[in-house]
């Protein structure tokens, strides 16, 4: 594979573009080995040496571990976001989007298992900062979900419910799926939890003529 990083040192990127690409170069690496060594015992040199360049050239575009650390974390979580927009963009039912929106969030982590063991790593390495990167993406993507939840309870679709705690308590679930999979260490794929996610989610949602189809609500392409 063409190591486009050594094509320049370590001086000033010549535009965004150029620096944007230079980071999704290392920050790939990073993740891998953040995740399979751990924060504490991870020296920036191995993650230089793995992409043949010098330790400088990454500490150029991350001025410390801490902040190379936490950017390969908020990479993870914009990944998810990305993954969530895909999946329900071209569907034009709302409890269908919110149906394939909770399946992409699965299966986003079997494809991305690393991005557990980081949010894992982040609350344990940094207990000192005010919100973790993952309940920093939540609070920056959730408005819209609060619209679509508010909108469903208004027309009859779903229970008469809060919109905020409906949201909150889905993430939460999420999240805890997730963890608990994970140290579970069983070789379950995440996404193969989804039926039993959504049935549970839809059946203290959805109203009791939306209840009557919900299986067409767990079907997908």
């Known amino acids: 594979m063409t190591n486009t990083l050594n094509r320049r040192g370590p001086g000033r990127p010549r535009n965004l573009e150029l620096a944007s690409q230079r980071c999704e170069e290392i920050l790939p690496i990073a993740t891998e080995i953040f995740a ?32 190379l650390f936490l950017a390969a974390v908020d990479r993870g979580m914009a ?14 039912d709302t409890i269908k989007q919110i149906a394939r929106a909770i399946r992409a969030f699965l ?3 079997d494809s991305n298992p690393d991005v557990v063991e980081l949010i894992v790593q982040e609350r344990a390495e940094f207990r000192d900062r005010k919100k973790p990167t ?16 508010r909108s469903l309870c208004k027309s009859g679709r ?14 939460n ?7 608990t999979t994970y140290f579970a260490r069983e070789g379950q794929a995440f996404e193969s939890l ?7 989610v839809f059946a203290g949602l959805l109203s009791d003529a939306e209840l009557a189809n919900l299986d067409k609500y767990l079907e997908f392409d």
């Open 107 to 109: 299966k986003y982590f």
């Open 158 to 171: 779903f229970r008469p419910l809060n919109e905020e705690q409906m949201t909150q308590t889905i993430s």
């Open 79 to 92: 990944g998810l976001s990305g993954a969530i927009n895909a999946s329900v963009a071209g569907e034009p």
């Open 36 to 67: 399979s060594k751990g924060y504490a015992s991870t020296d920036v040199q191995e993650i230089a040496d793995r992409l043949g360049i010098a330790k400088g050239t990454v500490y150029h575009y991350f001025p410390s571990k801490e902040q």
């Open 173 to 179: 679930l999420l999240y805890g799926t997730i963890f």
């Open 194 to 200: 989804s039926t039993q996610v959504l049935s549970l």
């Open 134 to 149: 993952y309940l920093e993406h939540r609070e920056r993507n959730i408005r819209p979900w609060h619209e679509h939840f």
